[in-house]
C-alpha cells in the first residue's frame, strides 16, 4: 500500500494492468465521442478560420480591351487593363482588395471616356473563368464583346477568391468595425465590475446574515437564467425609453446605448456570478474568524484579510464567466444597443445585412481572443485553487445582529426588486393592447401566428428542442465524463479529449454558429443534409453547453471511488454493468442537473442558433429577437415571458422528480 | 396471411393516389409577410392543385444571406416575393433560371428584369414613406415634415429614426434613392444633415415605424405598406410620402438555376403574374405589376405611384457595397447619435 499525500496523488493506478476487453471498449466510447467532437466543433471552427483568411481581390490582367476610333473602326490593338493601370495608376492598389460582393467600374482606365461618345469598346477575359458584369448580365469566357460608350459604362468586374489576411487588414482600417473592439472590452469590464460586486455583496448577505426571507432572495436570484439574455433589454425600453414608465429616472441620458447594455447585462448575467461566489463564501473555515476575533481584528479588517481572500478563486471565476457572457452576448445589445456597436452584432450585421460571409469570419476571429484569453487565465486560475475546507474546517455559522441584518436585507430587497420588476414589467407590456395610447389589458400579444417569428409553432419548436438537447445531450455528455474520469491510462485519448470538451466555453455562440454554416452548408460534406433541420439546431446547443455540463458531471463522478471498478473487474463484472447498475443510480441527482441546465439554455439561447434555424424549425428565443426587430415589442415580451414560465414550470418539475428519485436512489447516503 | 397483403397492398396503393394529387412539390424561398403566405399558396393551388409549395420564409436579409450561402448548392426551385435588389445580386452570381413567363408582356415594363429573356419579374412595389406621430407631434410642438429636406430642420433634432441601410433593404433604398434624386454630392450632404436629426439607426425597416405607432420617436423613416397597417392597428399616425420623390423596391419572382422542378417552377411562376396574383398582391400592397388591376388600399396615400422615383436598379445593385462602405464610414463609426 503506498501513503498518498495531496501534493502527489498518483494519475495512474501503480500496477499497470493488461487492456481487457472492457478497456478496449472503454477506449472506443472516448473516441466515438472524441470523434463526435471533432465533427461538431473542431472542423466547423476550421471551416471558419479558412473562411475569414478566402479574400476577394480584382484582377486586372484577366482583362483586355481593345478600342474604336469615333467611326467605329478598331485598329486590333489589344490593351491590357493592368498595363492601362500601371500607366495611369487609376485605380489604386489598395482598392484592388474587396469583398465576395465586390464590383469594379473600368471606365477610369479610359481617362477621355464618355458614355456619350460614338467610341466602341471590345472586352474579353484572358481566361475561362474571368467573370464580369454589363448591367446585370454575368458574362465570362474569352469571347470578344462588342459594346457602345454607353454599355461600357455599365461593366463592372467581378473579383477572384483568394488567400491571405488582407480581410484583417480592411477589418482594423475600418474605424467603426474597430471601435467595436474599444465598445465591447470597455461595456464588457464596467458590467463585470458592477455584476461581480452586486452579485458579491448579496450573495455575502445571505451566507454571512441572520436576515430572513432568505430562500425567496436565492430563488428571485436565480429567476434572470431562465429568461433569454434580450429580454431585460425590452423590458429596460418600457422602463427608461422616451415614452417609458420611469424616463426620467435617466435624467435625459438615453437608454439606448451603454447604459442600456451594462444595466441589461447586470440583469442577465447576476445568477452566474452569485452562485459561483456563493459556492466560495460557503466553504469558510469559522476558526479563521475565532482567530481574527481573538487576535482583536476589525471586522473591517477580517473582510479583507480573511473573507475576501479566501473568496478569491470564486470572485476571479466570477469575473471571467461574467466578461465571457456579456462580450459574446449577442440579444441584448441588438436589443437596447442602439448605435453602440459591439462585436458580436458585427458579425450579424455583416452576415444578414451585407452577406459579407468572410467578414463576419473575420469579426468572429477578434471575437474569439479576448474570450480565449479569458478562459486561458481562469484555467490557471482554477489549477491555483487549493482545497481550503480540510476535514478539520468548522464550518460558518454566522451570529444574529439586527443592525447588519437589516441591513443586509434591505439591499437584497433592491436587488430582488430590480429582478422582479424587470420581470414584472415585461409581463405588464405583454398585457397591453397598445403602450402608450390603449393602455387596456388585452391578449392581442399573444397572438403570435400573425406576426414575424414563427408563431406558436415557434414556441412547440423549442420545447422540442429542449426535451432533444436535454435528452441526448445528457447521454453524449454523461457518458463522455464516464469514460474520461474511470478509463485506466491512455493519456493522449484522455488528454484530447478533456481538451476538446473544455473548448466550448471559450467560443461565443455567434462564433460556433456561423462556423456550422461554412461547415455544414458545403455541398461535398456529406452531413450536409441535417443543414435546415432541427438535427443540427440540437447538435449545435449541446455543443455550445457543453463545458459547464461535463464539468457537472465529472464533479459528480469523481466523488465515486475508484473501488467501485476494481471491485466490478474482481468479480468479472463488464463495465457497462457496473456504469447501469451502480454510476448511474449515484449520480443520478447530477444526471438531472445536466438535463435541466441543458433544457433552460436550448430554451433561452439565440446566439448559436440565429444563422441556422429555418422556418419549420424557428424558435421561440429568435422569435423574440426577430418580433422587436420588426418593433412587434409587445408580443416580444410576451413570448419572452412565455419562455419564462416555461422554464419555471421545467425547475419544478426536475425538483419533484429529483426529490423523487434522491429518495429512492440517495437513501445509501443516509445512515 | 391473404388478408394482411391486401391490406399492404392497398396501403401501397393509397400511397401512389396521394402522390398523384400533389404531383410536384416546389421549394419556395420568399420574404412575404407570414400572414400573407398561406393565402398565396391557397390561391395558386385553386388553379394548380396539382404542385405542392413549401414555404421557406425569412426576412428579406436573411433569405438573401440563406441563397447566397447556398449559393454551390441551392436548396430553393423557385424565389416567389424577395426584393429585386437581392435578385439582382443573385442574377449576378448567375443563380438565376432566365424565363419569359406566359404573358409577360401584360406587365408594366418597370417591374420586369431588362435583360432577355429576363431573370424575374416584379410583383408588387414597396414604396418608402414617413411615418408621422400626430399625438406626440402635437406634444412637442411639432409640424408634419412635407419634403425630405423638411427633415433635416433643426426643429426634429432627435425626433426621426430610420433603418441602418447596412441592415435593413428599406434603410438601402432611402438612400439609393436620395443619391438618385439629389446626385451623389447633393444625396451625401443631404444625409449629413439628417444624420444630424437622427436619434439611432434601426435594424429592421418596419421598426421605425412601429416606433413612431408606439410615440417612441414621433417620426419613422419606413415604407408605406408598414404605415398603413400601424394606422388600421389604431396608432396615431399619418404617412407622408415626401414631395421630392420616394425610393422603391419591389418584390419578385425567379427560378433557381439547376431546380430538379423546371416545369412546376414555370408553372408557377406562369401564375405568379397573372392578373388574379396580381389581384391578390393589391390586397396589401398599393402598387402592383399588372397595370389597372390596383385598388385604393385602406390608409395608403394616394399619390403614391406618381411620388415613386425612376429606381435604377442596377445602379443600386452595382454600387451597393461602395454606398454602404461610405455610409458606414460617415455615420456607423460615431458611437451614438445624440439626441
Not at chain 1, 89 to 103: K, L, V
Not at chain 1, 575 to 583: A, D, I, M, N, Q
Not at chain 2, 5 to 25: C, D, P, Q, R, Y
Request: net charge neutral.
Amino acid at each position: 500500500m503506498s501513503v498518498t499525500t495531496p501534493d502527489s496523488l498518483p494519475n495512474e493506478r501503480p500496477v499497470k494492468l493488461k487492456l481487457g476487453r472492457d478497456d478496449l471498449m472503454m477506449r472506443g466510447f472516448i473516441l466515438v465521442i472524441a470523434l463526435y467532437l471533432i465533427i461538431t466543433l473542431a472542423f466547423p471552427l476550421y471551416a471558419m478560420l479558412s473562411k475569414a483568411f478566402s479574400t476577394f481581390q480584382f484582377d486586372l490582367s484577366q482583362i483586355e480591351f481593345q478600342v474604336s476610333d469615333e467611326s467605329g473602326k478598331f485598329d486590333g490593338t489589344i490593351l491590357s487593363a493592368a498595363a492601362l493601370n500601371e500607366q495611369l495608376n487609376a485605380i489604386p492598389e489598395d482598392e484592388m482588395a474587396t469583398s465576395s460582393d465586390g464590383r469594379l467600374s473600368l471606365t477610369p482606365l479610359f481617362p477621355d471616356f464618355s458614355f456619350r461618345s460614338p467610341v466602341l469598346y471590345k472586352i474579353r477575359g484572358t481566361t475561362e473563368d474571368v467573370v464580369y458584369l454589363i448591367g446585370s448580365d454575368r458574362v465570362s469566357g474569352t469571347d470578344w464583346r462588342e459594346v457602345d460608350s454607353n454599355t461600357f459604362r455599365r461593366i463592372v468586374l467581378r473579383p477572384v477568391q483568394s488567400f491571405g489576411l488582407s480581410n484583417f487588414t480592411t477589418y482594423f482600417s475600418t474605424p467603426s468595425l474597430f471601435r467595436s473592439i474599444e465598445n465591447s472590452l470597455f461595456i464588457s469590464i464596467v458590467s463585470t465590475i458592477v455584476t461581480v460586486s452586486l452579485a458579491f455583496a448579496f450573495a455575502y448577505a445571505l451566507s454571512r446574515s441572520c436576515m430572513r426571507l432568505k430562500g425567496v432572495f436565492r430563488l428571485i436570484a436565480m429567476a434572470p437564467i431562465l429568461v433569454p439574455s434580450l429580454l431585460p433589454g425590452i423590458a429596460l425600453v418600457y422602463l427608461f425609453g422616451i415614452q417609458g414608465m420611469l424616463k426620467e429616472g435617466m435624467m435625459g441620458e438615453s437608454i439606448y446605448g451603454p447604459y442600456g447594455i451594462v444595466l441589461g447585462s447586470i440583469f442577465f448575467t447576476f445568477p452566474h456570478a452569485f452562485i459561483i461566489i456563493t459556492t466560495a463564501l460557503a466553504i469558510s473555515d469559522a476558526r479563521l474568524y475565532e482567530a481574527a476575533v481573538s487576535l482583536r481584528a476589525s471586522p473591517w479588517k477580517t473582510f479583507w484579510t480573511v473573507t475576501i481572500p479566501g473568496a478569491r478563486y470564486g470572485l476571479i471565476s466570477a469575473a471571467f464567466v461574467v466578461f465571457n457572457l456579456v462580450i459574446t452576448d449577442f440579444g441584448l445589445p441588438k436589443v437596447i444597443g442602439g448605435q453602440y456597436n459591439m462585436l458580436a452584432v458585427d458579425i450579424y450585421k455583416q452576415v444578414i445585412g451585407q452577406q459579407n460571409f468572410e467578414m463576419g469570419a473575420v469579426v468572429s476571429v477578434v471575437l474569439l481572443m479576448p474570450a480565449f484569453i479569458a478562459f486561458a487565465v481562469d484555467r490557471q486560475v482554477q489549477k491555483k485553487q487549493v482545497a481550503l475546507l480540510s476535514a478539520r474546517s468548522v464550518v460558518f455559522e454566522p451570529n444574529p445582529d439586527r443592525k447588519f441584518d437589516r441591513i443586509c436585507f434591505t439591499y437584497c430587497s433592491l436587488v430582488a426588486i430590480f429582478i422582479v420588476g424587470i420581470l414584472g414589467v415585461c409581463q405588464f407590456a405583454a398585457l397591453i393592447k397598445f403602450w402608450p395610447y390603449d393602455l387596456s389589458l388585452s391578449l392581442k400579444n399573444y397572438n403570435f401566428d400573425v406576426m414575424d417569428g414563427g408563431g406558436w409553432e415557434a414556441y412547440g419548436n423549442s420545447i422540442k428542442l429542449g426535451l432533444l438537447t436535454a435528452f441526448f445531450g445528457t447521454i453524449v455528455v454523461f457518458i463522455g465524463a464516464y469514460m474520461v474520469d474511470k478509463t485506466r491510462s491512455f493519456r493522449a485519448g484522455r488528454g484530447l479529449f478533456q481538451f476538446l470538451a473544455m473548448l466550448p466555453m471559450a467560443i461565443p455562440g455567434m462564433v460556433l454558429g456561423l462556423a456550422y454554416i461554412f461547415f455544414f452548408n458545403d455541398p461535398n460534406n456529406p452531413l450536409n443534409a441535417i443543414y435546415g433541420t432541427m438535427a443540427i439546431l440540437v447538435i449545435v446547443t449541446i455543443t455550445h453547453f457543453y463545458t459547464v455540463s461535463h464539468l457537472t458531471a465529472v464533479t459528480a463522478l469523481k466523488q465515486m471511488d475508484g473501488e467501485f471498478e476494481s471491485v466490478a473487474s474482481s468479480l468479472k463484472q463488464p463495465f457497462y454493468k457496473l456504469f447501469t447498475r451502480v454510476t448511474v443510480p449515484v449520480c443520478m441527482p447530477a444526471i438531472l442537473d445536466i438535463a435541466i441546465y441543458l433544457f433552460v439554455n436550448a430554451m433561452t439561447t439565440v446566439s448559436a442558433v440565429v444563422f441556422l434555424y429555418s422556418t419549420d424549425t424557428a424558435l421561440a428565443s429568435i422569435a423574440v429577437l426577430n418580433m422587436d426587430d420588426a418593433g412587434d415589442v409587445a408580443p416580444a415580451a410576451a413570448m419572452g415571458m412565455m419562455i419564462f414560465y416555461t422554464n419555471a414550470a421545467a425547475r419544478i418539475i426536475h425538483l419533484a422528480v429529483s426529490k423523487g428519485i434522491l429518495k429512492r436512489t440517495q437513501a445509501w447516503r443516509l445512515r | 396471411m391473404l388478408q394482411l397483403k391486401k391490406l399492404a397492398l392497398t396501403a401501397i396503393a393509397g400511397l401512389f393516389v396521394a402522390n398523384s394529387v400533389a404531383a410536384a412539390e416546389l421549394t419556395v424561398y420568399t420574404a412575404v409577410e407570414a400572414e400573407d403566405l398561406k393565402r398565396y399558396a391557397e390561391e395558386f393551388n385553386k388553379a394548380h392543385p396539382d404542385i405542392k409549395i413549401n414555404w421557406v420564409r425569412d426576412s428579406t436579409g436573411i433569405i438573401t444571406a440563406k441563397l447566397l450561402a447556398e449559393k454551390n448548392n441551392p436548396q430553393a426551385d423557385v424565389i416567389w416575393g424577395l426584393a429585386a435588389t437581392s435578385l439582382l445580386l443573385m442574377k449576378s452570381e448567375g443563380m438565376l433560371e432566365p424565363y419569359a413567363p406566359k404573358g409577360v408582356e401584360n406587365l408594366d415594363k418597370k417591374f420586369i428584369d431588362k435583360s432577355t429573356p429576363p431573370t424575374w419579374t416584379g410583383m408588387d412595389a414597396w414604396v418608402a414613406s414617413v411615418c408621422f406621430n400626430t399625438v406626440e407631434a402635437e406634444k412637442l410642438g411639432l409640424k408634419a415634415p412635407k419634403t425630405w429636406k423638411d427633415l433635416t430642420k433643426p426643429e426634429y433634432k432627435g425626433h426621426v429614426i430610420m433603418p441602418n441601410p447596412n441592415s435593413s433593404g428599406t434603410g438601402f433604398l432611402d438612400v439609393s434613392s436620395w443619391l438618385q434624386m439629389f446626385g451623389e454630392e447633393g444625396g451625401w450632404q443631404y444625409m449629413d444633415a439628417l444624420h444630424e436629426n437622427i436619434a439611432r439607426y434601426t435594424h429592421s425597416g418596419s421598426k421605425p415605424c412601429k416606433l413612431a405607432a408606439a410615440g417612441e420617436i414621433p417620426i419613422g423613416v419606413s415604407f408605406a405598406f408598414r404605415g398603413a397597417k400601424s394606422k388600421a392597428d389604431g396608432a396615431p399616425l399619418e404617412i407622408i410620402v415626401p414631395e421630392e420623390g420616394v425610393g422603391w423596391d419591389m418584390e419578385a419572382t425567379a427560378i433557381v438555376a439547376g431546380t430538379d422542378n423546371l416545369d412546376a417552377a414555370k408553372t408557377l411562376v406562369d401564375w405568379s403574374i397573372t392578373k388574379e396574383a396580381n389581384e391578390m398582391y393589391n390586397t396589401g400592397y398599393a402598387v402592383v405589376a399588372y397595370p389597372g388591376v390596383a385598388k385604393p388600399v385602406k390608409f395608403f396615400p394616394d399619390n403614391l405611384l406618381e411620388k415613386m422615383i425612376d429606381n435604377d436598379f442596377e445602379f443600386a445593385a452595382n454600387n451597393r457595397k461602395a454606398i454602404l462602405e461610405e455610409w458606414q464610414k460617415r455615420y456607423d463609426s460615431k458611437s451614438e447619435a445624440k439626441s
